[in-house]
C-alpha cells in the first residue's frame, strides 16, 4: 500500500523503504536507456545530456533503490540480476506513462510538435509559400519537408503525411485535395527549335533530344505517357542526359539541351514568357491533380488536423492549395 509523506517541502511516495521522488522517473528513462545500448556514452547521445549526467542519474537511482542495477567496468557495461528484473518491469511502466503524456498532449488542443511531409521533388517549390502561412499561422509546429521522388510508405518511415499526384495515392489512405487537375505536356525551348523541328505527334519524338528522368528510389527510368482518345500508351525516349530532378530538368530544357516531359504547372510562367514552347498538346494526358494524403485513423493529432483544415481552407480561397513557384 502507498503512503503518501511530505519531506522538505517535497511530496515524494514510500513504499516500504523504497523512496520514489518525481525526478526519478528521467532516473529510469536514464537506466533504461544505458541498458539498451549497454553504454554510458551512446544513452547519453540518445538522450541528448551529458555521460556524466546519465552515470548521476543512474548512480542516484541505485541509491535511492539501494542496490546496483548496472555493473560497470573500463570496457563494459552490463546488468546485475536485480537491474535485469527492474528492467523487465520498469520498461513497460515508463512506456505507458510516456503514452499517457502523449494522449494528454492530443487532447490539450494545443497544436505542437514536428510534422514530417513526405513530397515529390518538382512540387516542393509550390509548397513554400503554402507552409510559410501555415508556420506563421501555428508558430508551436515545425515543418519538415522531406523530397522523394518514389511513393513512400509514409507510416512504416515515420512521416504525417505525404503529397502526391492523385492517381498514385493507395485506397487505404484519406486524400484532400491540393490542385485542380493539370496535364504533362512536352516542352522546349525557342533556342531548341530554331534548330529542330517541332514534332507533331508523339511518335516523331524519336528523333528528338529527351531529357529523361531517373527514379531516385526504384532507378527506372520513367516513359512518357500519351493519350490518344480514351487509349493510354507510353513512349521511350532517347536523349543525351538523364537527372533525376524536376528543377534541374527545366534549366536544362531552358539552355536548350533538349525536351522535357512535366506536369503543366511547373513550367506555367515560362511557358507565359515564352521561355518554353510546348509541343504535341493534343496528345497530353491529364493528371487527377495534388492530394495531401494520410493513414485512415480514428482521430488526428492536432498538428496534422490543422494542417488538414489549413489545406482545406486554403484550396477553397485560392481554388490550389499549391502556390506558383518564383
Not at 518491469?89 to 514536428?114: D, H, K, V
Not at 521511350?236 to 539541351?257: R, S
Not at 486554403?314 to 506558383?324: C, K, M, P, T, Y
Request: aromatic share 8%; with cysteine; net charge positive.
Amino acid at each position: 500500500m502507498l503512503h503518501n509523506h511530505r519531506v522538505q517541502g517535497r511530496r515524494e511516495f514510500r513504499e516500504s523503504d523504497v523512496m520514489l521522488k518525481r525526478t526519478d522517473t528521467d532516473a529510469v528513462a536514464a537506466f533504461i536507456k544505458v541498458a539498451e545500448r549497454m553504454s554510458f556514452r551512446a544513452a547519453a547521445a540518445d538522450l541528448g545530456v551529458s555521460p556524466s549526467a546519465v552515470s548521476q542519474m543512474v548512480k542516484a537511482l541505485e541509491t535511492n533503490l539501494g542496490t546496483a542495477l548496472l555493473s560497470r567496468t573500463t570496457r563494459s557495461v552490463g546488468l546485475t540480476e536485480a537491474g535485469m528484473i527492474f528492467l523487465e518491469q520498469a520498461r513497460p511502466a515508463l512506456e505507458n506513462l510516456e503514452a499517457c503524456f502523449t494522449t494528454l498532449r492530443i487532447y490539450s488542443g494545443r497544436p505542437s510538435g514536428t510534422l514530417r511531409l513526405n513530397a515529390s521533388r518538382g512540387v516542393i517549390p509550390f509548397l513554400l509559400d503554402p507552409l510559410r502561412e501555415f508556420c506563421e499561422a501555428y508558430p508551436g509546429i515545425e515543418v519538415e519537408l522531406f523530397a522523394e521522388d518514389g511513393l513512400s510508405d509514409i507510416a512504416a518511415n515515420g512521416f504525417d503525411a505525404g503529397i502526391r499526384l492523385g492517381e498514385r495515392i493507395q485506397p487505404d489512405m484519406v486524400a484532400v485535395r491540393l490542385s485542380p487537375s493539370f496535364r504533362f505536356i512536352v516542352a522546349g525551348s525557342p533556342s531548341y527549335f530554331a534548330q529542330n523541328p517541332k514534332p507533331e505527334h508523339p511518335n516523331d519524338l524519336g528523333d528528338h533530344r529527351c531529357i529523361r528522368f531517373r527514379l531516385g528510389t526504384s532507378g527506372k527510368i520513367i516513359n512518357w505517357t500519351f493519350r490518344d482518345g480514351k487509349r493510354t500508351y507510353e513512349v521511350a525516349v532517347k536523349g543525351p542526359m538523364i537527372l533525376n530532378d524536376t528543377p534541374a530538368m527545366v534549366a536544362a530544357a531552358l539552355k536548350g539541351l533538349g525536351l522535357i516531359y512535366v506536369a503543366e504547372p511547373v513550367i506555367e510562367e515560362h511557358l507565359s514568357s515564352g521561355r518554353l514552347v510546348s509541343v504535341v498538346d493534343d496528345c497530353a494526358i491529364e493528371s487527377p491533380g495534388l492530394f495531401l494524403y494520410y493513414p485512415k485513423r480514428n482521430s488526428l493529432l492536432p498538428k496534422l488536423r490543422v494542417f488538414v483544415e489549413f489545406a482545406r481552407a486554403r484550396g477553397r480561397q485560392r481554388e490550389s492549395f499549391v502556390s506558383r513557384a518564383t
